[in-house]
């Protein structure tokens, strides 16, 4: 049985950049990869982007409301409109039969974004579908608290493996703060694509805690 893996960490734990490694590796023994992300995440509109500058276009954007599993059928049959039959056999004669390669794995980045049913949809993917997923993203926002498609994969992923960075303390860093200059940000939406108004820091928590003035979400 295929399996659903969530690998995550705070910013800058080289979450993009592993995502592109595990696509190479895959490609490079001759088998087919998918890769999508949120239509939410703004950055670097259709591509991810690792922050040592690789990028890379991805074959499907996801918009909130969109059934992920059908979106992902759809382009593993080469763009064929349709819904991915349950089971892997059917869904390799079916590729095939469009002149396309089964897809090995489907690897998705900032997979926090995804809403819940989204991630209900990659363990589908998964299991009934019996294509690998490799979901990568962050756990929790500026405030400390979970993002659902994030929380969700917690409570369902086959696997979980956090991606670590250092604090500029040099322990582990595992909150992301949010920045405005050098003011540390408690409010506003809980998505905010980095950029000319705020930036984001990955902290370890006694630094978190030194710069919000020992406020938690």
């Known amino acids: 049985m295929a399996k659903l893996y969530f690998r995550y960490g705070a910013m800058n734990s080289g979450k993009s950049t592993g995502l592109l490694q595990a696509a190479y590796n895959y490609e490079e023994r001759g088998q087919r990869v998918l890769l999508a992300k949120p239509k939410l995440d703004t950055k670097g509109a259709d591509e991810i982007v690792s922050r040592l500058g690789v990028t890379r276009e991805v074959d499907f954007l996801v918009p909130a409301e969109a059934n992920l599993r059908q979106l992902f059928g759809q382009h593993a049959e080469g763009g064929v409109p349709g819904t991915l039959l349950d089971g892997v056999d059917a869904a390799d004669t079916r590729a095939l039969r469009h002149g396309v390669k089964p897809v090995a794995c489907l690897l998705v980045d900032e997979a ?14 998964a299991v009934l579908d019996g294509v690998p997923v490799l979901a990568y993203g962050i756990r929790t926002d500026f405030r400390t608290r979970s993002f659902p498609g994030s929380a969700r994969l917690m409570d369902i992923a086959h696997s ?10 040099g322990a582990k860093a595992v909150f992301n703060t949010r920045r405005s200059g050098d003011r540390v940000i408690f409010d506003g939406d809980q998505v905010a694509i980095d950029g000319t108004d705020v930036w984001y820091e990955s902290l370890c928590a006694a630094c978190y805690l030194e710069a919000s003035g020992g406020r938690l979400g």
């Open 112 to 125: 926090q974004f995804f809403t819940e049913e989204q991630i209900d949809d990659l363990l589908r993917i």
């Open 160 to 169: 979980l493996e956090e991606l670590k960075t250092i604090c500029r303390c």
